[in-house]
């Protein structure tokens, strides 16, 4: 926020868009009266979207007695890392944590250097069929990823490169929803700046590496957030892309253990709410510490 | 936490508002000097995206294509050239494949009941927390914007305990107050509803955010000249919020319905697809049909069905979004 909010409900209300104070004298007929009211629905519907985390993040800690209780304990009664240590005993959560992270890591990485470089391109580049590129970006950005699975698969399998890494990097190593941010970015850098530089001679990649990069590393930290994210959370195709248990991603890893019928009902249920919060606990602490620049991210995307 | 007043998102959105004119704008009378310089350097630098494009988009889309006029079964996976031309074939089958007129009615279902309700509660949610949380804030937004960035299967392993009908959170809550749960997810009538109850909770985080983002774009002048007229709370819902958040909600609407209509991971991870097919979705039954049987000719016919599915609704809810900008 901008402006420094005060207790009113009004100042609320405009805080965010111009900041100015002069906002804050209007009329306030509604405010007070509506707001301990508005807390309480906010609070309770924080609660109903939050309950399923605390149900995962407790569960995690029962006892096979607590689990199957009728009606259920929300606190466990006795806490236990049982689940977690029988969890880690019957699956290789270290190998698909690895997995999961080296192909987040990789994708990111590419996903920042290829998008930030046609961005940059689109945005301050004239080349003979630049609309014709950007036209392609958009209708990329429309295409839904299932329609490209079946034929992607075939392609992978001929490649051999079902159950690499880089089977599960290179279809998403760079990303239509990439350039467009990036492009949308760059073309805030002023022009000018690029052409002083180009009249003291530097390169094109000087320029790009050297001027533009310091200058959108804002839209860049949204870029590895939302690509690092998505390559984390992503499912359908490590499913169709691993067989080989040993580089199942946590996701893939996780729902096959859900959907194997020989777990066993009790004890499993405990290790894969365990096993679910392992999943999900990097992701929430990285979103809390930088919630800031996705919802940033989201907001750019709308306003396109 | 800070929506509009990042130091360069809002600013490089509002630059080019318009992205299919925006190549030629500004630039063009500068001329062929720096047009020639530029044309090498400009293909460079596009050469690593085009290349992935082409390798992992263009090609597998045209093959989808393609395959879906063959038999392309499992042989084919290692000989697909091998593969027959069977015409039309997989499409006339598709529809009278009353299992796949299933899947397109159950997908219609969730976007026709989930979109609106994720649209509705999304905004909801955003002019709550917009207009009447100032303590906290981040807190709730955090909260709300959870269940987006956590991963799908995760959460869904945790709703298959909260829909449980004998220990599950919602049966026990139901039992407090004397009522029966029903067994939502092994019912074919409840089914569905739970996994629109799941997504719309999953998803109304995005939709809030955006609609935070489209509030604080509206003028406070405009706000307060109809405060100052006297218009109440509902009024100025309707008559100012609304109508200005109408490309955001347009928007919105448009990326939600795109993400429901190729639902997968929610059936996959809770029902299988079941009971009886009732949440056997168009993406789920071409996962099963190309990678469980191998019927990839038949799964690209349907994969196809719904990318012009797809398109056709985006084309017309884009077309109304620009309607009602101009």
């Given at each position: 926020?901008?402006?420094?909010?005060?207790?009113?409900?009004?100042?609320?209300?405009?805080?965010?868009?111009?900041?100015?104070?002069?906002?804050?004298?209007?009329?306030?007929?509604?405010?007070?009266?509506?707001?301990?009211?508005?807390?309480?629905?906010?609070?309770?519907?924080?609660?109903?979207?939050?309950?399923?985390f605390l149900w995962m993040a407790l569960s995690a800690?029962?006892?096979?007695?607590?689990?199957?209780?009728?009606?259920?304990?929300?606190?466990?009664?006795?806490?236990?890392?049982d689940n977690f240590t029988s969890l880690l005993d019957q699956l290789d959560m270290p190998q698909y944590f690895l997995n999961s992270l080296i192909v987040a890591v990789l994708v990111t990485v590419s996903n920042l250097l290829f998008c930030s470089m046609l961005g940059y391109a689109l945005a301050k580049l004239d080349f003979t069929g630049r609309s014709k590129v950007f036209a392609v970006v958009l209708a990329a950005l429309m295409v839904p990823g299932n329609l490209m699975i079946l034929p992607l698969y075939v392609l992978m399998n001929g490649l051999g490169l079902i159950d690499t890494y880089a089977g599960l990097v290179l279809p998403f190593a760079a990303g239509a929803f990439g350039v467009f941010l990036m492009r949308q970015f760059t073309l805030s850098v002023p022009d000018e700046l690029l052409e002083a530089a180009r009249l003291d001679g530097a390169g094109e990649w000087y320029i790009f590496w050297r001027i533009v990069i310091p200058l959108v590393k804002p839209a860049l930290a949204t870029l590895t957030i939302f690509t690092f994210l998505g390559s984390w959370n992503n499912f359908i195709w490590p499913l169709i892309a691993t067989n080989d248990p040993d580089k199942y991603t946590l996701p893939v890893a996780l729902a096959t253990f859900a959907n194997d019928p020989n777990r066993t009902v009790g004890g499993g249920n405990g290790m894969l709410m365990a096993g679910s919060?392992?999943?999900?606990?990097?992701?929430?602490?990285?979103?809390?510490?930088?919630?800031?620049?996705?919802?940033?991210?989201?907001?750019?995307?709308?306003?396109k | 936490m800070s929506l509009t007043t990042g130091p360069a998102a809002p600013q490089a959105a509002a630059v080019d508002k318009s992205p299919h004119g925006g190549g030629k704008s500004g630039r063009t009378r500068r001329g062929n000097r720096s047009l020639s310089r530029h044309n090498l350097t400009g293909w460079l630098f596009s050469t690593p995206f085009l290349v992935l494009?082409?390798?992992?988009?263009?090609?597998?889309?045209?093959?989808?294509?393609?395959?879906?006029?063959?038999?392309?079964?499992?042989?084919?996976?290692?000989?697909?050239?091998?593969?027959?031309?069977?015409?039309?074939?997989?499409?006339?089958?598709?529809?009278?494949?009353?299992?796949?007129?299933?899947?397109?009615?159950?997908?219609?279902?969730?976007?026709?009941?989930?979109?609106?309700?994720?649209?509705?509660?999304?905004?909801?949610?955003?002019?709550?927390?917009?207009?009447?949380?100032?303590?906290?804030?981040?807190?709730?937004?955090?909260?709300?914007?959870?269940?987006?960035?956590?991963?799908?299967?995760?959460?869904?392993?945790?709703?298959?305990?909260?829909?449980?009908?004998?220990?599950?959170?919602?049966?026990?809550?139901?039992?407090?107050?004397?009522?029966?749960?029903?067994?939502?997810?092994?019912?074919?009538?409840?089914?569905?509803?739970?996994?629109?109850?799941?997504?719309?909770?999953?998803?109304?985080?995005?939709?809030?955010?955006?609609?935070?983002?489209?509030?604080?774009?509206?003028?406070?002048?405009?706000?307060?000249?109809?405060?100052?007229?006297?218009?109440?709370?509902?009024?100025?819902?309707?008559?100012?919020?609304?109508?200005?958040?109408?490309?955001?909600?347009?928007?919105?609407?448009?990326?939600?319905?795109?993400?429901?209509?190729?639902?997968?991971?929610?059936?996959?991870?809770?029902?299988?697809?079941?009971?009886?097919?009732?949440?056997?979705?168009?993406?789920?039954?071409?996962?099963?049909?190309?990678?469980?049987f191998f019927h990839m000719g038949y799964a690209s016919a349907m994969a196809y069905v719904l990318f012009v599915v797809i398109m056709?609704?985006?084309v017309l809810q884009l077309r109304l979004l620009k309607d009602n900008t101009r």
């Open positions: 926020m901008t402006a420094k909010t005060d207790e009113t409900t009004e100042t609320a209300k405009t805080a965010g868009t111009a900041g100015t104070a002069a906002n804050a004298r209007a009329p306030r007929r509604t405010g007070r009266a509506r707001t301990p009211l508005l807390y309480v629905i906010a609070s309770v519907a924080l609660l109903v979207m939050a309950a399923p800690f029962k006892t096979k007695q607590d689990l199957t209780a009728s009606p259920p304990v929300w606190i466990p009664s006795r806490w236990t890392l919060l392992l999943v999900v606990l990097p992701v929430l602490a990285v979103f809390a510490v930088l919630q800031r620049h996705f919802t940033q991210g989201i907001a750019t995307a709308g306003l | 494009f082409g390798v992992f988009m263009l090609f597998p889309i045209v093959a989808t294509l393609l395959m879906s006029f063959t038999d392309f079964g499992a042989r084919n996976v290692t000989r697909p050239l091998e593969a027959e031309f069977v015409g039309l074939d997989n499409y006339t089958q598709l529809f009278q494949d009353d299992k796949f007129l299933k899947a397109l009615f159950n997908t219609g279902y969730f976007v026709v009941v989930g979109v609106p309700a994720t649209i509705l509660l999304g905004l909801l949610a955003a002019i709550l927390l917009n207009n009447g949380i100032d303590r906290a804030r981040t807190l709730f937004r955090v909260g709300f914007y959870a269940p987006v960035v956590t991963t799908i299967v995760a959460v869904a392993v945790v709703w298959r305990f909260v829909l449980d009908p004998s220990d599950g959170l919602i049966a026990s809550l139901a039992s407090e107050v004397g009522l029966t749960a029903p067994d939502f997810l092994g019912s074919e009538t409840w089914a569905m509803p739970s996994l629109i109850a799941m997504a719309v909770w999953r998803n109304l985080g995005t939709v809030m955010v955006l609609c935070i983002a489209g509030l604080q774009a509206i003028p406070a002048e405009v706000r307060e000249a109809a405060r100052l007229d006297g218009a109440g709370v509902w009024q100025e819902l309707r008559g100012i919020t609304v109508p200005l958040l109408r490309p955001t909600l347009l928007y919105a609407t448009v990326i939600t319905t795109i993400g429901y209509l190729n639902v997968f991971e929610e059936p996959f991870v809770m029902t299988q697809g079941g009971p009886s097919d009732s949440t056997l979705t168009v993406s789920l039954d071409m996962y099963r049909e190309g990678f469980n056709g609704i985006t």
